[in-house]
């Protein structure tokens, strides 16, 4: 059976895509579980850009087809902020990601709700031959004034889905998995990872 890395050092991320890829006839591993120890930079100016570093560093180091993803949350009354430096929004570097919450909130202060916003992901997968594959998906929300909801991570605590009245973390695994960003971005290179890795 193939292997594949999940090519992410967040926890949160392996768990969905684990259950994303549970279909695969494939070996699913993590970075920790192959003995690596890598934080790729993420020099890009674009989600594709970053997720094929990741994805590149970390199929040249284990010799692996591995998938990487660069994910953003996209705030309309921000001009698009955090977007590409959402993990890295704020200038603490010991910042957690209730720190990242409270000063998203913070600089929507005195803008007129509602406060409409997105969330991006681009998935790349890179094989042991040089090639890449790019995937990427997205999906619309607002942004809640209240954090809600105690699954997920990131900014899934004040992501609002007005359609279900529910924040991304008030959502189980299995409903974040059919309607996020990342699940949509992962349904997109499937084919090729099913070609890939299953002949």
Same mark, same amino acid.
């Not at 059919?178 to 070609?195: C, D, Q, T, W």
């Given at each position: ?28 591993? +993590? ?39 660069? +994910? ?15 993990? &890295? ?28 916003? &997105? ?25 809640? &004034?209240?954090? &809600? ?17 529910? +924040?991304?973390? @008030?959502? +189980? ?21 099913? @070609?890939?890795? @299953?002949?």
């Amino acid at each position: 059976m193939q292997k594949l890395l999940i090519a992410t050092n967040n926890k949160g991320k392996q768990v969905e895509l684990r259950a994303l890829l549970s279909g695969l006839e494939a070996e699913l591993a +993590t970075p920790q579980e192959s003995g690596l120890r890598l934080k790729p930079s993420e020099t890009g100016r674009t989600y594709a850009q970053n997720a094929q570093i990741k994805a590149e560093a970390f199929c040249k180091a284990s010799g692996l087809p591995s998938l990487a993803d660069d +994910t953003g949350l996209e705030v309309a009354a921000l001009g698009g902020a955090p977007g590409l430096h959402s993990a &890295r929004f704020s200038p603490d570097p010991d910042a957690n990601d209730a720190d990242r919450r409270k000063l998203l909130l913070s600089k929507l202060d005195g803008i007129p709700q509602p406060w409409a916003a &997105r969330f991006v992901c681009c998935v790349a997968l890179a094989v042991p031959d040089g090639g890449i594959h790019l995937s990427e998906g997205n999906c619309k929300g607002i942004i809640s &004034r209240e954090e &809600r909801g105690k699954r997920g991570f990131g900014y899934d605590q004040i992501f609002l889905f007005p359609e279900f009245g529910k +924040t991304m973390a @008030e959502l +189980t695994l299995a409903e974040k998995n059919l309607v996020s960003h990342r699940a949509n971005a992962v349904s997109g290179i499937l084919p090729k990872l099913k @070609e890939i890795l @299953e002949g």
